[in-house]
């Protein structure tokens, strides 16, 4: 059977996980072996975005644990109404309750702004994330640091 004349697709994927936690040595090993990027969020210059992630977590929680069974946003709405402010999209209407969206709010407004958070993650083209900080993001990402 002959294939066909057009190419085929083919799709490079990358992967990263995240941990707030470390890797251990195995999880390194089996890592470097797979090319899958390794990202330690337990430094330091990341607690500003552990601290952000916790709070809205907590309090994004707490409102839902009041809310009647009937009313609760599924995760893949809360992941949506997360994703319109990040990725610039217009629909916000997934989750309406604002004891639930404030936090998410405060979040989404944090990782937008740069300012806060002090530190950006870099995408080359290679099998590897970079984490980068700065003392000065803005100068940084405008590339006028010395």
């Known amino acids: 059977m002959r294939g066909s004349p057009?190419?085929?697709t083919r799709y490079r994927y990358n992967y990263a996980i995240f941990?707030?936690?470390?890797f251990s040595r195995d999880a390194q090993e089996f890592a470097l072996a797979h090319q899958i990027s390794l990202v330690?969020?337990?430094v330091p210059d990341f607690r500003r975005l552990r601290d952000l992630?916790?709070?809205?977590?907590k309090d994004v929680h707490t409102a839902m644990r009041v809310m009647p069974a009937a009313d609760?946003?599924?995760v893949h709405k809360i992941r949506n109404y997360l994703r319109g402010p990040?990725?610039?999209?217009?629909?916000?209407?997934?989750?309406s309750d604002p004891s639930v969206t404030a936090p998410l709010d405060v979040l989404t407004e944090s990782l937008r702004s740069r300012s806060t958070l002090g530190?950006?993650?870099a995408f080359p083209a290679a099998p590897f994330?970079?984490?980068?900080?700065?003392?000065?993001?803005?100068s940084f990402v405008n590339g006028s640091v010395p």
């Open 86 to 95: 990040l990725l610039n999209l217009r629909d916000q209407s997934v989750v």
């Open 53 to 57: 992630v916790r709070t809205a977590a």
């Open 72 to 74: 609760l946003p599924s």
């Open 6 to 8: 057009w190419p085929r």
């Open 129 to 138: 994330i970079l984490g980068l900080a700065s003392d000065d993001l803005y």
């Open 40 to 42: 330690d969020l337990s």
């Open 19 to 22: 941990s707030t936690s470390g």
């Open 119 to 121: 530190f950006v993650l």
